[in-house]
């Protein structure tokens, strides 16, 4: 299968660089596989689970909030605001912040808060179905 480069950038550092078969990316509009090739275009990511294929190993999985992608000739390149490792993330740690966010829901006082930790908590659910898998 053909293979092309891929770049994963969060603000902290440059994440992941290298060639792979394939990218399944979190978009605004919805989520699109990248293979060789590609379609050249520049999109939005929403926060959601994005997966690298590279041949014959397991797929990688991470967890993205925000930024975006550029498909150019070069390849793919995805600056995000937030990037997590799924293999860094514990189920438990996960359903402790989910129960937080919950009661802050519960709590707040004002739409604005409320539909932060609501967001939040969307956040948190990606996350949760990202280490169940």
Same mark, same amino acid.
């Given at each position: 299968?053909?293979?092309? +480069?891929?770049?994963? #950038?969060? /603000?902290?550092?440059?994440?992941?660089?290298?060639?792979?078969?394939?990218?399944?990316? /979190?978009?605004?509009?919805?989520?699109?596989?990248?293979?060789?090739? +590609?379609?050249?275009? #520049?999109?939005?990511? =929403?926060?959601?689970?994005?997966?690298?294929?590279?041949?014959? +190993?397991? /797929?990688?999985?991470?967890? #993205?909030?925000?930024?975006?992608?550029? &498909?150019? /000739?070069?390849?793919?390149?995805?600056?995000?605001?937030? #990037?997590?490792?799924?293999?860094?993330?514990?189920?438990?740690? &996960?359903?402790?912040?989910?129960?937080?966010?919950?009661?802050? &829901?519960?709590?707040?006082?004002?739409? =604005?808060?409320?539909?932060?930790?609501?967001?939040?908590?969307?956040?948190?659910?990606?996350?949760?179905?990202?280490?169940?898998?």
């Amino acid at each position: 299968m053909a293979t092309f +480069h891929f770049e994963l #950038v969060s /603000p902290e550092k440059l994440m992941f660089s290298g060639e792979v078969t394939q990218v399944d990316v /979190p978009g605004e509009e919805g989520d699109f596989g990248v293979f060789a090739g +590609h379609a050249p275009f #520049v999109t939005t990511l =929403r926060p959601g689970v994005l997966t690298v294929y590279g041949g014959e +190993h397991a /797929p990688t999985l991470a967890v #993205v909030r925000g930024g975006f992608a550029e &498909i150019g /000739p070069n390849g793919l390149t995805v600056l995000a605001q937030e #990037v997590v490792s799924v293999d860094e993330i514990q189920a438990e740690t &996960i359903e402790q912040a989910m129960q937080d966010v919950r009661e802050d &829901i519960a709590d707040a006082k004002d739409f =604005r808060t409320k539909d932060k930790a609501s967001e939040r908590l969307a956040q948190l659910q990606l996350l949760k179905e990202a280490v169940v898998r």
